[in-house]
């Protein structure tokens, strides 16, 4: 069947038409909320390179997370900004932590019930060095030590997890964490407890206003020898079978979209749940453009979140998840 007797323009005629066939959906529940949380009382901080982003204090993060319920937001991803850094990310894994006082206090309130609260698990916000793992110096060469770190890394998810995180995600990237976090968590009586792997992060540019956001720029060096390098899609696959086999329950990919060929893979190739990552560059390219009115924001905020659903994630973390909550009503 040819033109004309075959015309593809009939189903787009009228949106109540193109609603009825359209392939890919939006919904407030799958969206996730990033949470940097600080010390103090009633701080409000914006990130200069985000806008309508914000460190906020305990106190200012429950209101933040009021909001996000009432909007039917699905959840939270919570990272902590501490008041004091080490060469062993004590504030990661200490049980007074920045985010286990915030999630004891989540947890408090019904109005939050209906979010999940995920806790991302990595050291990077809590080591004075700034890289996510732990740093053994010869003169002037150093490596990111992987066994070491993996030891915190676990301390750090069993840690969040009795103060009640609902989901750890472990974004830093070492070898053996997922294995070594479950063996924590059911250790620690978290049996329940799943574990979202960030399973193929790559190395991206695309993270440098989240440093700003989360204090956690490398003061030395960079983080190629442990996040992956962008040219490999069959190394990400080999990332996400080893997180399987070592009890991942879902995955987490990022960036989201520079990456929407390893999420569409990823989606072909594995039947674990999947979000996708919509990082901190990634918002703050499309305010650039926004504040210049060189893109429209709605409608540019939800074609790229959708583009993201459409590679095959069922679910987005994003900073425009209230926006665009918001949007869909
Ligand atoms: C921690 C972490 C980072 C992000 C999420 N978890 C930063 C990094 O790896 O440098 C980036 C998120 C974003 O850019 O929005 N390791």
Known sequence: MNF???RLRRLRRTEAMRSLVRETHLHPGALIYPLFICPGESVRKEIGSMPGVFNLSIDEAVKEAEACAALGIGGLLLFGLPAEKDEQATGAWAEDGIVQSALRKFKNSRALAPLVLIADVCLCEYTSHGHCGVVARDGDHYEIENDSSVALIAKTAASLAKAGADIVAPSDMM???VEAIRDA??????????????ASKFASAFYGPFREAADSAPQFGDRRSYQMDGANLREAMREIDQDIAEGADMLLMKPAMPYLDVIRAAR???DLPMGAYQVSGEYSMLHAAFQRGWLEPERAMMESLLSIRRAGADFIVTYFAKDAAKVLG
Do not use: A, W
């Open 4 to 6: 004309p007797s075959t």
């Open 175 to 177: 070898d053996g964490r």
């Open 185 to 198: 968590l059911d250790v620690g009586g978290s049996e329940q407890i799943p574990v979202m792997s960030y």
């Open 268 to 270: 072909e190739r594995y």
